[in-house]
């Protein structure tokens, strides 16, 4: 976990500087974003227009499968995570620009079903006698599929679990799966399901933080975006209150 020292506070310093200066001319920044952030990140991409008059361009994916793309030349300039894992080894292999990287947000998992009576307030539903597809993000490309895994071995049911189970490539995937009943239970970020500090429809349990590892989900600027006024902009908005506000209401804690 990085939560910003020294050389980022004088990188953003400067860039501040440098962004009073060229205020009127707006810029584009190409941001990698972790499937989990679609909802949140929408709201906090139009909001960072309006405040600034920068654009940015999203591109939504599983952490794994966009740490790929960077790794072969995607012209990315921020990259926000679901982990703090990617950022950090992008930073040690020279596709970041050290000092960057801080914890923008920590998420969380939730176990949910479309079906309003599926999921019950404590998650007994996992502790019976499976019925119907769960499903899950890759565990090898996606954080939250991991801390998924991390749950069922927690609550010792994945045994049970394991012939019931269905991937999607992305938290975003496995959220279709659910939302469409392909899968009767699904292991989603919170933010998919939250809006407005609510629950949004079908039932849900909320998984205690203690079932896994912390998903602290990191942002890092990359190397394309070392010279772009508004890779700094993006990330002095994202420490800013109106997006940790943004991302409360969605379920993360900032």
Do not use: C
């Not at 139009?46 to 793309?69: C, I, M, P, W």
């Not at 999921?119 to 998924?148: E, F, S």
């Not at 679990?161 to 659910?178: C, D, K, M, N, R």
């Amino acid at each position: 976990m990085n939560s910003g020292g020294p050389v980022l506070r004088a990188w953003l310093t400067t860039w501040m500087l440098a962004l009073a200066a060229v205020s009127a001319q707006a810029a584009q920044v190409q941001v990698a974003v972790a499937a989990n952030m679609a909802a949140p990140m929408k709201q906090i991409a139009a909001d960072f227009e309006r405040a600034t008059g920068h654009h940015a361009v999203v591109v939504l994916g599983s952490t794994g499968k966009l740490y790929a793309q960077i790794r072969v030349g995607a012209p990315f300039d921020v990259l926000l995570a679901a982990d703090d894992e990617t950022p950090a080894r992008l930073e040690a292999e020279g596709l970041a620009v050290r000092g960057t990287r801080f914890t923008y947000a920590t998420g969380r998992l939730v176990l949910w079903s479309a079906d309003p009576a599926a999921v019950d307030a404590q998650g007994q539903v996992l502790r019976q006698p499976p019925q119907g597809k769960l499903a899950i993000a890759d565990p090898r490309l996606a954080p939250y599929g991991a801390a998924a895994l991390q749950v069922l071995a927690a609550l010792g049911v994945a045994s049970a679990w394991a012939p019931h189970l269905v991937q999607g490539e992305s938290i975003g995937q496995a959220y279709q799966f659910t939302a469409t009943g392909n899968a009767r239970l699904g292991f989603v970020a919170l933010a998919q399901v939250m809006a407005a500090g609510r629950i949004t429809s079908g039932s849900a349990w909320i998984v205690p933080a203690d079932l896994h590892k912390p998903l602290r989900q990191d942002a890092i600027v990359l190397t394309p975006g070392r010279s772009n006024a508004a890779a700094a902009a993006l990330l002095h908005y994202l420490r800013g209150d109106a997006a940790r506000a943004t991302l409360r209401g969605y379920g993360y804690v900032t």
